[in-house]
């Protein structure tokens, strides 16, 4: 089994123990690298996109190295900030900005977003939280909640326009509206300074 300096020779790859040597790879690194996304914030299924990445990458860069051997934590830790870098450029802009903030209706009642928002101070706060939770979402799933929920198109609409199922698009909303809710909440808690 790899060690944690182990380094692997491509050609390990071709032999009658590839899958074997890949399995222990997996088994070995995923982990480790799921537990640095979730720390750093990220989403269990952008963590799994992550893996998938750097593991598909690991694949083709031995399958093109002329290297006798490949040091496995070096290379792993390099693909993840490459992956971690075109994941965030394909971030799509802020879109705060052009927030209606008496239309943003996440629930109703005291203390919703736009009795949150009254107060120039607290708006600003709300909309610096909105744009980290924006960080926190594959860009699709931003697009499905910001459409539905701020712009208020119909779900089968932007069921449509993302190429998703609508159960899709209800599901994307959600789990953006209740991780904004939990973020909303603690905001509510926290005195203004």
Aim: contains cysteine; aromatic residues 10%.
């Amino acid at each position: 089994m790899p060690q944690a300096d182990a380094t692997l020779r491509p050609t390990d790859l071709l032999g009658p123990d590839a899958a074997r040597i890949w399995q222990q790879l997996l088994d070995r690194y995923t982990p480790a690298l799921s537990r640095w996304a979730s720390r750093n914030g990220w989403q269990p299924a952008d963590v799994a996109d992550l893996v998938q990445q750097v593991f598909m990458r690991f694949w083709e860069q031995l399958a093109t190295s002329k290297a006798e051997e490949i040091a496995i934590r070096p290379a792993l830790r390099q693909l993840r900030r490459t992956v971690m870098k075109e994941f965030r450029q394909r971030r799509p802009q802020d879109q705060t900005a052009t927030v209606n903030w008496s239309e943003l209706s996440l629930h109703q009642g005291e203390g919703s977003a736009f009795q949150l928002c009254r107060d120039p101070r607290r708006r600003l706060r709300f909309t610096r939280m909105l744009r980290r939770l924006q960080w926190e979402f594959e860009p699709a799933t931003w697009q499905a909640f910001w459409d539905t929920t701020v712009k208020r198109h119909p779900v089968a609409r932007v069921a449509i326009a993302l190429g998703w199922p609508k159960t899709e698009v209800a599901v994307a909303r959600y789990r953006v509206r209740q991780r904004l809710l939990k973020l909303l909440k603690r905001m509510r808690r926290r005195p203004e300074r």
